[in-house]
T-cell receptor, first 115, second 112 residues
Framework: ETGVTQTPRHLVMGMTNKKSLKCEQH?????MYWYKQSAKKPLELMFV???????ENNSVPSRFSPECPNSSHLFLHLHTLQPEDSALYLC??????????????FGPGTRLTVL | GESVGLHLPTLSVQEGDNSIINCAYS??????FIWYKQESGKGPQFIID?????DKRQGQRVTVLLNKTVKHLSLQIAATQPGDSAVYFC???????????FGAGTTVTVRA
């Protein structure tokens, strides 16, 4: 395993629900990322955190709200989602941000289905 | 549009044969390239990387080739095995940026 865990692995929610995705990394990394992976599309970067500060919000709708309470944990709070938000949500971490050859390590993802 | 892409969305390979997966990129400022493998139900897993000052790098059963002249990257898998069946992504990183750009992926299926 990569040292990055995500829970839950699968989530089904209605459009009026509120849920949260959790990511935890056990690698001592300082940067964490949320990606959205939809079928037949490239990975879409959603949010980037470095040392618990948000570096980028990549034009993501406000119905997605990230939280990074410490460098080991990252959350993605979900509310009033749309069916087109159904996708695999991947968390990743890297030692530092913007460092050449700094590999990102991915978690297994949360498969989200919005009904 | 995408700065990184793969030539073919799918590739079917006979077990034991060599596989070649291709990737084209458009950002000439890209400094660093990575190949990831994503098996069903899992997140992307690092396979091999290469810096822009190199044109070839070898790992265990894998070789990455970089041709900066034509902005082309390839991953060669020797003696392809059933466990190599997965989606393969290339990703690039440009100096001065802090994020990777990913291609759409090539699905490799190994035939027994």
């Amino acid at each position: 395993e990569t040292g990055v865990t995500q829970t839950p692995r699968h989530l089904v929610m209605g459009m009026t629900n509120k849920k949260s995705l959790k990511c935890e990394q056990h690698l001592g990394h300082n940067a964490m990322y949320w990606y959205k992976q939809s079928a037949k599309k490239p990975l879409e970067l959603m949010f980037v955190y470095s040392l618990e500060e948000r570096v980028e919000n990549n034009s993501v709708p406000s119905r997605f709200s990230p939280e990074c309470p410490n460098s080991s944990h990252l959350f993605l709070h979900l509310h009033t989602l749309q069916p087109e938000d159904s996708a695999l949500y991947l968390c990743a971490s890297s030692q530092e941000l913007a460092h050449l050859t700094d590999t990102q390590y991915f978690g297994p993802g949360t498969r989200l289905t919005v009904l | 549009g995408e700065s990184v892409g793969l030539h073919l969305p799918t590739l079917s390979v006979q077990e034991g044969d060599n596989s070649i997966i291709n990737c084209a990129y458009s950002n000439s400022a890209s400094d660093y390239f990575i190949w990831y493998k994503q098996e069903s139900g899992k997140g992307p897993q690092f396979i091999i990387d290469i810096r822009s000052n190199m044109d070839k790098r070898q790992g265990q059963r894998v070789t990455v080739l970089l041709n900066k002249t034509v902005k082309h990257l390839s991953l060669q898998i020797a003696a392809t095995q059933p466990g190599d069946s997965a989606v393969y992504f290339c990703a690039e990183w440009a100096r001065g940026d802090y994020k990777l750009s990913f291609g759409a992926g090539t699905t490799v299926t190994v035939r027994a």
